[in-house]
């Protein structure tokens, strides 16, 4: 009956809310996680505040998207950054900024262009751009774009993830497209700077140093273990588990130098 019709429609559409909450607080928390790692060959991220991480693409080219006609602004314009980007070059690679975010009160994932240049192939304008707060330049910027990967939204929530974003920017930016855009850099630091047990240098057994680069490999370790396995080198997980290993074996060794050195001497 009516009754029972509506019931299951509300119930529905909670359920649906509740996918969405979810799907953007997972989302939100893989941001976080990207935001803090070093190492990838074609691109690096930092976070500005919990909701946002911002993109850097390296040799990259202008590439086409499209604009979300009914999209929303960014929190953070370009007008608040501390340098404004420059106008891109089609003809030489360059590096390319994008901003993701997943603000709650827009209720999904958004990508904006925060170089300008690119080639957008709908040319509407949404109403907001014409305030000030984001009248920062006119080479169209601060544009929200139309990802293939995020189509699924709101329906398939839970299956999109910061990487699926990562790897279609990437690929339409670079020229060629790399076959896994998520690749590490191991001959550039500070994958490079890892030092390794077989190596036949002296290790300078600076605790803080070595620390830092445990934690490093320690979180790419967690996010390739997440990484669906068609994304990754084939030996990348394991070559990250034999640094971790290595970086252990030099951190115990600077613990136990520390243990073993004379106490320094105390001011009488």
């Given at each position: 009956n009516?009754?029972?019709?509506?019931?299951?429609?509300?119930?529905?559409?909670?359920?649906?809310?509740?996918?969405?909450?979810?799907?953007?607080?997972?989302?939100?928390?893989?941001?976080?996680?990207?935001?803090?790692?070093?190492?990838?060959?074609?691109?690096?991220?930092?976070l500005r505040?919990?909701?946002?991480?911002?993109?850097?693409?390296?040799?990259?080219?202008?590439?086409?998207?499209?604009?979300?006609?009914?999209?929303?602004?960014p929190a953070?314009?370009?007008?608040?950054?501390?340098?404004?980007?420059?106008?891109?070059?089609?003809?030489?690679?360059?590096?390319?900024?994008?901003?993701?975010?997943?603000?709650?009160?827009?209720?999904?994932?958004?990508?904006?262009?925060?170089?300008?240049?690119?080639?957008?192939?709908?040319q509407?304008?949404?109403?907001?751009?014409?305030?000030t707060?984001?009248?920062?330049?006119?080479?169209?910027?601060?544009?929200?774009?139309?990802?293939?990967?995020?189509?699924?939204?709101?329906?398939?929530?839970?299956?999109?993830?910061?990487?699926?974003?990562?790897?279609?920017?990437?690929?339409?930016?670079?020229?060629?497209?790399?076959?896994?855009?998520?690749?590490?850099a191991?001959n550039?630091?500070?994958?490079?700077?890892?030092?390794?047990?077989?190596?036949?240098?002296?290790?300078?057994?600076?605790?803080?140093?070595?620390?830092?680069h445990?934690?490093?490999?320690?979180?790419?370790?967690?996010?390739?273990?997440?990484?669906?396995?068609?994304?990754?080198?084939?030996?990348?997980?394991?070559?990250?588990?034999?640094?971790?290993?290595?970086?252990?074996?030099?951190?115990?060794?600077?613990?136990?130098?520390?243990?073993?050195?004379?106490?320094?001497?105390?001011?009488?």
């Open positions: 009516r009754e029972q019709f509506l019931n299951q429609r509300m119930t529905n559409a909670h359920a649906s809310q509740q996918a969405i909450s979810q799907g953007l607080e997972v989302f939100t928390h893989e941001c976080i996680q990207m935001g803090t790692l070093r190492g990838f060959k074609h691109f690096r991220c930092h505040g919990r909701e946002e991480m911002v993109l850097t693409i390296f040799n990259a080219f202008p590439a086409a998207f499209d604009v979300i006609d009914d999209g929303h602004p953070s314009p370009c007008k608040g950054d501390i340098t404004e980007p420059e106008l891109l070059d089609e003809t030489k690679p360059t590096n390319i900024e994008f901003l993701v975010a997943a603000y709650v009160q827009y209720g999904r994932p958004m990508v904006w262009v925060r170089t300008p240049g690119m080639r957008l192939t709908k509407e304008v949404p109403s907001w751009r014409n305030n707060r984001y009248k920062t330049s006119p080479h169209r910027i601060d544009l929200p774009l139309r990802l293939q990967c995020m189509e699924s939204w709101p329906h398939q929530p839970m299956q999109i993830h910061v990487w699926d974003v990562l790897i279609e920017l990437t690929s339409r930016c670079l020229q060629p497209a790399p076959a896994l855009p998520l690749s590490l191991w550039t630091a500070p994958l490079a700077d890892i030092p390794k047990r077989d190596s036949q240098e002296e290790v300078a057994c600076d605790t803080l140093p070595l620390t830092q445990l934690l490093l490999t320690a979180a790419l370790i967690t996010f390739f273990q997440k990484l669906p396995q068609e994304h990754a080198e084939p030996d990348e997980l394991q070559k990250l588990c034999c640094a971790h290993f290595d970086l252990l074996h030099f951190v115990q060794k600077a613990n136990q130098q520390d243990r073993a050195a004379p106490p320094s001497d105390q001011p009488q």
